[in-house]
Structures are given as structure tokens and as C-alpha cells.
């Protein structure tokens, strides 16, 4: 496993291998655990060559204390990646991937970045768009791998890849979840003990949800939701939206033929969870 601190060092190690082989490619905000591995893994059985990038992206983050306090454990990430099949970690400083000058470029998803987290995080997509477009540009991966728990970023990628016709393509994965439900997260190394016992209840109550789901209306289910969390001591509800699976539209009444997707995000203490299910 080759460990590449800068642009230029992964496109010289690339170059050599570009050619007849295929690159899968996942790319991440390190801390990694499980829910990375099985990104990993996916994508070891489809490609010749494995990359795995590790980069806390500056801007897409709204909250300052947020992107301080972001765990940061190359070390660890490093260890970890030798246990899987990872050819190259690319770990490259902010300024080398914005070339002294760390913005984002501005972008337009169709409508799918106004939706739950572009509606509560400013500038979150934009942030996103541009640090995967540029990592896309070095990398130049035959397979790029996201998973569902950031269902909004997968379907925001698609979109990228499709209207700047990015030879890329992007394999979404499903959610990596603790045993006892919760999503598997960076941030959860940050929850107190009370609040990493508190946060299975989001998972619970989107099962509970689903199968609310089958019987009764959107509203019903939405009405129901926000009690529950009402009634919740320690957790604090952002949002709970029910969403079509592909224009991430919120729904008043449901469709035949249509498929949708239940998505939490709510707060433990300082610590921002999220989380969706699939609910048809
Ligand atoms: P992050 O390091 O949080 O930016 O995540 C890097 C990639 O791993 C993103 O595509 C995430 O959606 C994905 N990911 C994070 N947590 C999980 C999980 N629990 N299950 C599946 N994929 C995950």
C-alpha cells in the first residue's frame, strides 16, 4: 500500500497503473471504520486497482467547531487499510487539493441540493460538488464508491458525474450499521455515554416508521415521527422528511409506482446525526 501525501505523487503513481486497469475509488473523510471498509470491500471485487482518499474537505463543512473537532486518526486509517485490499491512500493537505485557495465553485443538482441537508447545512453541496469533482479529476476512477447513509450525497453525485459527463461510474452501497441499529459514523466517537445509548432510537424509530408506512398517510407517519422525538430527552430532531427515492422531493401523498425513503438528521448534545431507510 502506497501512502500518497500530495496531487502530484498520486498522479505519478497512477500513471504507470492507468493503463488496462480498472480504479476503484472511495473517497473519504478518514476516522474510518466498518461502514468505509465495506466500501472497500465492494470495491475490491470489481477493480484491479484500489484508492482510498482521506481528506476532512474544509468546505463543506457550515459549522466551524464541526470541522475543528472532526476526528482526524491517520495512523489508525492507515492500519486499518493495510487489512483490506487498498492499493493507495491518498491524504493530501487542503492546500495542495485547492492550490492556496480553499472555496467552493457553485452548483446547481436539479433541485436535489434544496432538500433536507442543503436546506440546513449553507453551502454543504457546493463544498461537496467541488472536492469530489476535483478528486474525480486526479484520481480518474473507472468506479467511484458512496454509501446510502449520506443518501442525498450519492444521488448528488449521480448528477455531477451526469452534467459534467464524467466517465465515472458510481456504485452507491448500503448502510453499515452497529448492532444495536446505529448508523456507523466518524462523529460517533464524539457521543458521551449517554447519548451513543440515546442514539439507536433513530434507527428504531425509522423501522417503526416503514412500517407505519404500509397503512397509513405520509402525514400520519410524519405527525408520528416528531412526537416520538418529542417525547425524547436526549435527542433533538433537525428534520424527519419522507422524500421521493429520486427527485428527494418531499411528499404530501403517496404514489403508486413511486418509491420513497424516510431521512432523520437530529442532534445528540453538539453531535449531528443522520440516518434513512428505504420505506416501499
Ligand atoms: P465520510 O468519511 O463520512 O465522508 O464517508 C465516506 C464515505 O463512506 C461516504 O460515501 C459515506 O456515505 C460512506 N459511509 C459512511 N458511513 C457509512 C456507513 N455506516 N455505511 C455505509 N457507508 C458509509
Avoid at 501525501?5 to 476516522?31: D, E, W, Y
Avoid at 486509517?77 to 492550490?99: G, H, R, T
Wanted: hydrophobic residues 40%; positive net charge.
Amino acid at each position: 500500500m502506497l501512502v500518497c501525501l500530495t496531487t502530484q505523487s498520486l498522479k505519478n503513481a497512477l500513471i504507470k497503473k492507468r493503463k488496462n486497469h480498472s480504479i476503484g475509488f472511495i473517497p473519504t473523510m478518514g476516522a474510518l471504520h466498518e461502514g468505509h471498509l465495506s466500501l472497500i470491500k465492494e470495491a475490491e471485487k470489481a477493480n484491479d486497482i484500489v484508492v482510498v482518499s482521506i481528506f476532512v474537505n474544509p468546505t463543506q463543512f457550515d459549522n466551524k467547531e464541526d470541522l475543528k473537532k472532526y476526528p482526524r486518526t491517520l495512523t489508525q486509517d492507515k492500519k486499518l487499510l493495510e487489512q483490506v485490499k487498498c492499493d493507495f491512500v491518498f491524504a493530501p493537505s487542503a492546500n495542495d487539493i485547492y492550490k492556496n485557495n480553499i472555496h467552493s465553485s457553485k452548483f446547481t443538482f436539479g433541485g436535489l441540493e434544496h432538500a433536507m441537508e442543503g436546506k440546513f447545512r449553507d453551502g454543504h453541496f457546493d463544498g461537496v460538488g467541488t472536492i469530489v469533482k476535483r478528486l474525480f479529476e486526479i484520481v480518474e476512477p473507472t468506479n467511484a464508491y458512496f454509501g446510502e447513509k449520506d443518501f442525498q450525497q450519492l444521488q448528488i453525485i449521480k448528477k455531477l458525474v451526469a452534467s459534467f459527463k464524467i466517465p465515472t461510474n458510481i456504485v452507491g452501497c448500503e448502510i453499515y450499521r452497529e448492532e444495536d441499529g446505529l448508523a456507523m459514523s466518524s462523529r460517533n466517537t464524539r457521543l458521551t455515554k449517554t447519548h451513543r445509548a440515546a442514539a439507536p432510537f433513530i434507527y428504531k424509530t425509522l423501522q417503526e416508521a416503514k412500517i407505519r408506512f404500509e397503512t397509513e398517510s405520509a402525514s400520519r407517519v410524519d405527525t408520528w415521527v416528531h412526537e416520538q422525538f418529542e417525547k425524547h430527552v436526549s435527542l433533538d430532531l433537525e428534520y424527519f422528511e419522507i422524500a421521493n427515492t429520486n427527485t428527494l422531493k418531499t411528499i404530501s401523498r403517496k404514489r403508486k409506482g413511486s418509491k420513497y425513503r424516510g431521512f432523520i438528521a437530529a442532534f445528540a448534545g453538539k453531535i449531528r446525526l443522520i440516518d434513512n431507510i428505504a420505506l416501499n
